[in-house]
Structures are given as structure tokens and as C-alpha cells.
T-cell receptor
Framework: AQSVTQPDIHITVSEGASLELRCNYS??????LFWYVQSPGQGLQLLLK??????LVQGIKGFEAEFKRSQSSFNLRKPSVHWSDAAEYFCAVGAIGTGFQKLVFGTGTRLLVSP | DAGITQSPRYKITETGRQVTLMCHQT?????MFWYRQDLGHGLRLIYYSAAADITDKGEVPDGYVVSRSKTENFPLTLESATRSQTSVYFC?????????FGPGTRLTVL
């Protein structure tokens, strides 16, 4: 079965600094990978997704992620963090069966942005 | 407005009571999902539905019942609520593998 690991529970970044959130997945074939963001008291919003092709994926709000098959990773990056980026970030992998409609989520990383 | 809505947004109930959480989407997406979100566990899938009258269990289905008589609605029922079901519940619908989430229902079972 697929699984996702987000090794960092909390990360604190200074405003204006770069950000990298780690995500490792377990799946034998080419995975469907996603990053979602959850602002306090809100539902989840899709930041970006990877299905195939170019391994560097651009998303909304200036985020990007890179798929590295050799490392089973799909890390999320942003070159300059804004205070409004403080939120919880979830990595997810599409589960086999149901045409990958089902998602398996990681436990999330909470991003804190310091002034 | 188009989108996915959940009701109620907040609910307090007592152990043993039946509770139904409502989910409505206006896009006619085929797939719909129910998740619970708990600290340290991320989102866990309770049930999902591929179409009207087609439902299937997810990772944590025990104590929950779903139905889907219409494409746009996917209610989740806790038949006899327990304290361990205190959680935030999210409904989602899916189009081309992208899931769209509702705002959530915070349920407290006393």
C-alpha cells in the first residue's frame, strides 16, 4: 500500500527566507503526487500536482516541487516566504485502484513564519 | 454559490447519540470522500463514493455509515457517537484526481 512520510512536524522560517518541506512516498510505480495547504480553520487547497513529465512542477502562490524518483521524494519549495504562508502543508499520493482518485495523506508539516 | 459545503460547521453531541454530517457539492463530480483530521494523524479516509449508490470503506470506517442517493449529496452518519469520534470532518469531491475540500465540521462528543 502507498504511504507518505512528512518527517518535519513543525518548521519555522523567517519571512523572506527560502523554504523546503520534505515529503517521501512509498509506491513502486510512477506515483500521482500532490501538495495541499490548509490555513487555520479552513479546508485544504491544492498547491500543485505531479502526474508525469517534467519533474519540476510549478504551483500556485509561488510554490514549486521536484519529483525525484531515486529518492522517492517530492519536496515543496518556495524561494521567499511571506507571513501569509503560515499554514499546515500536506503531501499526498494517489492510491492505486479507483484511477488514483483516492489519496493517502502525510501527517502534515506546520509552517511558522517569524518576522 | 458553486462549490462544496458542509453542515453544520460545529456540533456538540453526547455519547450514544446519532449524528449526521451533511455534504453538498454543486459541480456534479463523480467521486466524493469523507475524512477525519486528528492531531498527529493528518487526514484519514473514512468512506468514499465513486458515484450515486456506490460507496466503499476507507481506512477508518468503523462506527460510520454513508449513503449517496444523489450525486450532489454525501451524508455521513455516526450511528452511536463515541468520544473517540471527536474530530474535524472534511468532505471532498474529485475531478481528474484533484480533490476539492469543504470547510469542515468540528464535532465534539461529550
Amino acid at each position: 500500500a502507498q504511504s507518505v512520510t512528512q518527517p518535519d512536524i513543525h518548521i519555522t522560517v523567517s519571512e523572506g527566507a527560502s523554504l523546503e518541506l520534505r515529503c517521501n512516498y512509498s509506491y513502486g510505480a510512477t506515483p500521482y503526487l500532490f501538495w495541499y495547504v490548509q490555513s487555520p480553520g479552513q479546508g485544504l487547497q491544492l498547491l500543485l500536482k505531479y502526474f508525469s513529465g517534467d519533474t519540476l512542477v510549478q504551483g500556485i502562490k509561488g510554490f514549486e516541487a521536484e519529483f525525484k524518483r531515486s529518492q522517492s521524494s517530492f519536496n515543496l519549495r518556495k524561494p521567499s516566504v511571506h507571513w501569509s504562508d503560515a499554514a499546515e502543508y500536506f503531501c499526498a499520493v494517489g492510491a492505486i485502484g479507483t484511477g488514483f482518485q483516492k489519496l493517502v495523506f502525510g501527517t502534515g508539516t506546520r509552517l511558522l513564519v517569524s518576522p | 454559490d458553486a462549490g462544496i459545503t458542509q453542515s453544520p460547521r460545529y456540533k456538540i453531541t453526547e455519547t450514544g447519540r446519532q449524528v449526521t454530517l451533511m455534504c453538498h457539492q454543486t459541480w456534479s463530480h463523480s467521486y466524493m470522500f469523507w475524512y477525519r483530521q486528528d492531531l498527529g494523524h493528518g487526514l484519514r479516509l473514512i468512506y468514499y463514493s465513486a458515484a450515486a449508490d456506490i460507496t466503499d470503506k476507507g481506512e477508518v470506517p468503523d462506527g460510520y455509515v454513508v449513503s449517496r442517493s444523489k450525486t450532489e449529496n454525501f451524508p455521513l452518519t455516526l450511528e452511536s457517537a463515541t468520544r473517540s469520534q471527536t474530530s474535524v470532518y472534511f468532505c471532498a469531491s474529485s475531478l481528474y484526481n484533484e480533490q476539492f475540500f469543504g470547510p469542515g465540521t468540528r464535532l465534539t462528543v461529550l
